[in-house]
């Protein structure tokens, strides 16, 4: 009973004074309030100074702890680290240039035939191009220089295509009776060999090729029939890359305007500049490519004549079509001619053709391709391989032909884009020599014609 008046009256005079702090507290948040920026309060017009205002007594609400707690959160966008950020604005555009580039190859894909007879009419018109350019310049009209360039280049590849298959068919005779006597030659080399080998395993092999063959007839058969199909389809896109060379050598200038106005005006500049290195760039392959690819069918088919192989001339033929193939081009158009020797003539003519063929592959690729393409088409051999690699599985034969062309071309717009983004005074430079991808480019389109172009002197 002592005890409790004393409690009382403690929480009575602590309340007391909470109170009067929280009236201070009022009235100081007050003057703060009505106050002209310099600590002293406003009066109303015609009060005297003397008269204090009346006190406020408007409740004061204070902030409560969730209402502080939301006013703090910061924006979820700053909330998540800048590296997530930047891996998250890299991934929706990869997703987007992904699907894009899904989209194109599905479109391509349905029209492969005729990508591929453009692009081959593109690689025709790099090389003929400058036969039409010479002819203007003696003066032959510009639909007659097209004409005769165009005549003479088609009539020359048919030419080569009949030499070939009447060499062919001249020597299959021949052949056939050479290749009876190769595998007998062959099959007494292995049984004398340190292979081995015996008589009734040669036989068995023999018996189960035969066994084979004969089991598969009809998918060899419906395999004959696709190759009917195959062949429509090949004369198709033949006649297309025709007259797409006849239109790109004859109106290939105002082909390549009519495709800028196509680009977005911002972006016109850069790509008009851009293509007139890219046809720089797909000639000095082409040309160098030919180069190449006729000194190696020249040495090895004269190679392969002195060893007395039959079908010296076919296999040159061959060999010079498959140079268009950086690196596997020239595994199999050896490994062919190696084979057709060793069917024919035996075990060490083989061997002596397999040393020719190495022997001139790596002249070809340790003097002919850097002096003759120089810094013309500069690829890395990793990139050459994946892009014919990709370009095999994608389109076949053909696109292992294009794969490296389009490489090296993208090379070069990339290389020439980012210098052109970079400003004028790193454009501004001497004019590059071949078509390499640039460090410096000049900013204004240059002269290299595109094709049906005529250079003026």
Do not use: C
């Amino acid at each position: 009973m002592s005890r409790m008046p004393e409690w009382l009256e403690r929480l009575g005079a602590g309340l007391a004074r909470w109170g009067t702090r929280l009236e201070e507290r009022q009235a100081e948040a007050a003057r703060h309030g009505n106050g002209n920026g310099n600590g002293e309060e406003e009066l109303p017009a015609g009060q005297p100074e003397s008269v204090p205002p009346p006190p406020s007594y408007a409740p004061s609400v204070p902030a409560t702890p969730s209402s502080r707690a939301i006013a703090s959160r910061p924006d979820p966008a700053t909330a998540i680290p800048w590296g997530m950020r930047v891996a998250a604005e890299a991934g929706w555009r990869l997703l987007v240039l992904a699907g894009t580039l899904w989209v194109l190859m599905r479109v391509i894909s349905a029209v492969q035939l005729v990508v591929l007879a453009f692009v081959a009419a593109l690689l025709i018109t790099a090389l003929l191009q400058p036969t039409v350019r010479r002819l203007r310049r003696v003066g032959l009209p510009r639909g007659i220089a097209t004409a005769v360039t165009a005549v003479l280049g088609f009539v020359g590849m048919g030419l080569v295509g009949w030499f070939v298959v009447w060499q062919v068919l001249d020597n299959l005779d021949n052949v056939a009776d050479r290749v009876k006597d190769g595998i007998e030659e062959l099959k007494r080399w292995l049984l004398n060999s340190p292979f081995h080998v015996t008589e009734q395993q040669i036989n068995d092999i023999a018996k189960n090729l035969q066994d084979t063959i004969g089991t598969n007839t009809q998918e060899i058969t419906s395999a004959g029939l696709e190759g009917v199909g195959v062949l429509v389809e090949i004369l198709t896109g033949m006649l297309l890359a025709m007259f797409s060379t006849l239109f790109l050598l004859y109106d290939g200038k105002r082909i390549w305007q009519w495709s800028l106005k196509l680009v977005p005006a911002q972006a016109r500049p850069g790509v008009a500049g851009a293509g007139p290195r890219a046809w720089r760039t797909l000639t000095a392959y082409v040309r160098g490519t030919v180069i190449v690819a006729l000194i190696d069918a020249i040495f090895i088919g004269l190679g392969i004549y002195f060893l007395d192989v039959p079908l010296a001339v076919p296999l040159a033929v061959f060999i010079f079509l498959f140079a268009f193939i950086p690196l596997v081009g020239a595994v199999v158009s050896g490994a062919l001619a190696v084979v057709v020797a060793l069917v024919t003539q035996g075990v060490f003519t083989a061997l002596m053709v397999l040393v020719v063929v190495l022997a001139v592959q790596q002249i070809e690729g340790h003097v002919l391709q850097p002096f003759i393409l120089g810094r013309a088409v500069r690829v890395h051999p990793l990139a050459v391989v994946l892009a014919v690699a990709a370009g095999g599985l994608t389109a076949g034969i053909g696109g292992a032909v294009v794969a490296v062309p389009l490489v090296a071309v993208t090379n070069t717009v990339v290389g020439y884009l980012r210098a052109y983004g970079q400003g004028p005074m790193q454009r501004i430079g001497p004019a590059p020599h071949g078509a390499t991808v640039m460090e410096v480019a000049p900013t204004p389109p240059p002269s290299a014609p595109m094709p049906g172009e005529e250079e003026e002197r």
